[in-house]
């Protein structure tokens, strides 16, 4: 089992950026494949990035694609989101997640994961 904390959110103008990061404890952190989702107020649980336990992949939703971007340190168990170019529609909770199967399907839906962060806030004003 894995235990995932994350920190790094809080208030930033449009055009700003913050990097979001994800501790990971409990478990071999280099077995599991990551991911970030978030959750805006009234709204589903949306997919954000991927990156695969090695490292050497990474998938992006659309809607963030050139602006963020997801990687890891496998030696300090972390895994992090570089957010730029922020847009008022990126407010929202942003979690971190854990996919223990090792599988080569890009999953994008909150129940391909198995573990969760508890989830931080980033606010984009206007």
């Known amino acids: 089992q894995v235990q995932l904390v994350e920190s790094g959110g809080g208030l930033v103008q449009t055009g700003g950026s913050l990097r979001l990061s994800c501790a990971a404890s409990?478990?071999?952190?280099?077995?599991?494949?990551m991911a970030w989702f978030r959750q805006a107020p009234g709204k589903e649980r949306e997919f954000v990035a991927r990156?695969?336990?090695?490292?050497?992949?990474?998938y992006y939703a659309d809607s963030v694609k050139g602006r963020f971007a997801i990687s890891r340190d496998n030696a300090k168990a972390t895994v992090y989101l570089q957010m730029n170019s922020l847009k008022p529609e990126d407010t929202a909770v942003y979690y971190c997640?854990?996919?223990?199967?090792?599988?080569?399907?890009?999953?994008?839906?909150?129940?391909?994961?198995?573990?969760w962060g508890q989830g931080t806030q980033v606010t984009v004003s206007s």
């Open positions: 409990g478990a071999t952190f280099s077995r599991y494949t």
């Open positions: 990156i695969y336990w090695s490292g050497l992949g990474t």
């Open positions: 997640a854990a996919d223990s199967s090792r599988t080569m399907v890009v999953r994008t839906t909150p129940r391909g994961y198995d573990y």
